[in-house]
């Protein structure tokens, strides 16, 4: 894939070619995609270093042959060739925050879930605060560069805080997982709750600690319901906004199923006549917005 858009890009800006090697690279490819397969390592390395030389022998032509190029020719050529430099020079053993996992979203990261069927996802980390009684979204926070979770939990307190300001109200007890032990200092007027303690927790703290398993659901919901599981957003910005809209339609949904446990009809008769006209502008605006960006998040 960097081989082909560097490729592409080269011939958009004016740059000859010697050779393009795209009848290679396509067999390359399919070979690759066979030894893997069959679990054929020692071939597949192989094909593996046929193709990065391919990309070297490109790489160093293109920059030979840019210098005639204007300037404003040359910065989208420079651009990609960053990117492509780097998916050239990286090693497996390399970590993984220096990797380039996509060329078109060079932000994502490998998250590891340590789960048997899925011990990977590529994307970037969000944080998710819900109140404890209702479990109404206050806080959608994506972090880039998978950061370790108890780092992310000073910023995502920040953010809450700063959503309940109008409200007159302020976190003050946070009922996390084990992800988040150690970081009492970097959070002060904030009472940590987490399982590793349950002997020093008071009866009530041990409730409130049962209650925790509840964000498990609103989780999957977000995902399943709402657009989280993949941003059709570009770079990190969208990220960041993915995750909030995301909330945003779940405290939504919330606010629905509320009004109707209620008993305000009329309310909710408005509710829907609104969101009947604000709806479609939103969607065909989304729908433009997925088919221009793709990213795994």
Request: hydrophobic share 40%.
């Amino acid at each position: 894939m960097a081989r082909k858009k560097l490729v592409r890009l080269a011939q958009c800006c004016g740059v000859a070619l010697k050779q393009t090697y795209d009848k290679e690279c396509t067999a390359l490819r399919r070979r690759a995609g066979g030894y893997a397969h069959a679990k054929q390592f020692k071939r597949l390395r192989r094909v593996v270093k046929r193709q990065r030389t391919v990309l070297g022998v490109l790489i160093r032509e293109v920059q030979r042959k840019m210098g005639v190029l204007s300037a404003q020719a040359q910065a989208p050529l420079k651009a990609l060739l960053s990117l492509v430099e780097r998916i050239f020079k990286q090693q497996p053993k390399d970590k993984a925050n220096t990797k380039v996992f996509a060329l078109h979203a060079p932000e994502v990261d490998c998250i590891g879930k340590g789960k048997a069927r899925q011990p990977y996802e590529w994307g970037c980390k969000v944080s998710i605060a819900v109140t404890h009684e209702h479990g109404l979204v206050v806080g959608a926070r994506s972090f880039a560069g998978n950061p370790f979770d108890g780092h992310t939990l000073a910023a995502q307190l920040e953010q809450t805080t700063i959503l309940l300001q109008d409200q007159g109200v302020k976190p003050h007890t946070a009922v996390v997982d084990l992800g988040y032990r150690g970081v009492d200092a970097d959070n002060p007027g904030v009472t940590i709750i987490h399982r590793g303690r349950y002997k020093s927790l008071t009866n009530q703290q041990r409730r409130w600690l049962r209650r925790r398993q509840a964000i498990e659901p609103v989780i999957g919901h977000l995902k399943d319901d709402h657009g989280m599981r993949r941003c059709w957003l570009k770079g990190q910005t969208g990220d960041a906004l993915n995750a909030v809209l995301a909330a945003v339609g779940f405290n939504i949904k919330w606010l629905m199923r509320a009004i109707v446990a209620k008993g305000i009809k009329p309310l909710w008769l408005l509710f829907l006549r609104l969101f009947a006209l604000a709806a479609p502008g939103l969607v065909q605006a989304t729908h433009a917005d997925q088919r221009t960006h793709w990213q795994m998040s």
